[in-house]
């Protein structure tokens, strides 16, 4: 598999969030070009992890400019993704209702652990079902399920003091919208429910997503990687594991952060560094001299190995594929 350098530059990052390797220094920006008129990205996700709803918008790049408030963010991943929503005036942004296709052929499955503090605290009985209305006309609302229900923003896994308006977007920040149906944001493993409900054991309690959500962002932003996870069934399952494992309320930090690291694993593992024809981990002269060798058909390169020798991706390995690394050996280019 290649994988481009920009995409390793940020996998490597986060592998050294959680390993504290030394890696090569990498400090290329990521993936997606920002696109004209814009400063740079946040991550941004709309979800209902209590209900098992998983992701309205999935962790996703949104570009943004220096500046400019999450609340404009949100209305522009809103307006991009034609979703509908409800939040007032975009100076006192307060998100009450946002359109959720296909929302009424949805169940909620929420986890046992969080089902028994709901009925334990009249949010739901077992045979009356839920204590508030359910939503209506694809529009997941304030109140709906539960008398606490609503919508919360976080950023960086840390329930924000003031509204999206008064919060401004900063680079590379991971900003979650979360519907919340219990305790002001306990369900979400973000608050403690300002003291007025029970404590419970509560598994999501001050769990971090942060991270796994931009290498999901990361993914989703990269065709290529996108085809190869779906083309290889080892790391499809790998990803899968990813993604349920980071979409279930009830994953504890352990449980999120090994199959974050499985993930990054997988795709460095699988990854080829163009141009190491002998695969020792660095671009050298003999590097060269073997793609000369392949081109002038004294050996035969296969493999990984012939895959990384077509350097400049022509298609065709010849002589300027080991020009090419020559120079990159010489430190001439990169
Ligand atoms: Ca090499
Ligand atoms: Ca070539």
Redesign the pocket.
């Known amino acids: 598999m290649k994988l481009c350098k920009k995409l390793m530059a940020v996998l490597f990052a986060a592998a050294l969030l959680f390993t504290l390797l030394a890696v090569p220094a990498a400090a290329e920006s990521r993936t997606p070009e920002v696109p004209e008129g814009y400063d740079g990205f946040v991550v941004m996700s709309v979800e209902a992890l209590p209900l098992g709803f998983d992701y309205l918008i999935m962790p996703t790049y949104v570009p943004f400019h220096e500046g400019e408030s999450v609340a404009e963010v949100t209305v522009r991943l809103f307006e991009e993704a034609g979703l509908s929503y409800s939040a007032g005036d975009i100076e006192s942004f307060n998100l009450t209702s946002v359109e959720w296709p296909y929302l009424d052929m949805l169940t909620p499955r929420v986890p046992d652990y969080l089902m028994e503090q709901l009925i334990e605290n009249y949010c739901y009985d077992e045979e009356e079902g839920w204590d508030q209305p359910e939503p209506t006309g694809n529009m997941l609302a304030a109140g709906n399920y539960t008398y606490y229900s609503g919508w919360m923003i976080a950023e960086n896994d840390e329930i924000t003091p003031v509204g999206a308006a008064e919060v401004t977007a900063v680079e590379g920040n991971v900003y979650r919208w979360m519907y919340s149906i219990y305790g002001y944001g306990m369900d979400i493993g973000m608050s403690d429910g300002w003291g007025m409900f029970p404590e419970f054991e509560n598994p999501a309690m001050g769990v971090q997503r942060s991270d796994a959500y931009t290498i999901l962002a990361e993914i989703l932003s990269d065709p290529d990687l996108q085809n190869t996870i779906l083309n290889d069934d080892e790391l499809y399952s790998i990803y899968s594991e990813f993604y349920n494992t980071i979409a279930y309320q009830g994953s504890t930090q352990e449980e999120i952060d090994a199959v974050t690291m499985a993930l990054i694993e997988a795709l460095i593992s699988d990854w080829t560094l163009m141009g190491d024809v002998d695969l020792d981990g660095e671009i050298t002269i003999s590097d060269s001299l073997l793609i000369m060798r392949h081109a002038m058909g004294l050996i035969a390169l296969d493999g990984d190995a012939l895959e990384a020798?077509?350097?400049?991706?022509?298609?065709?390995?010849?002589v300027?594929?080991a020009l090419?690394v020559m120079r990159v050996s010489m430190g001439l280019a990169d």
């Open positions: 020798a077509d350097y400049d991706e022509s298609g065709e390995i010849d300027t594929d090419l």
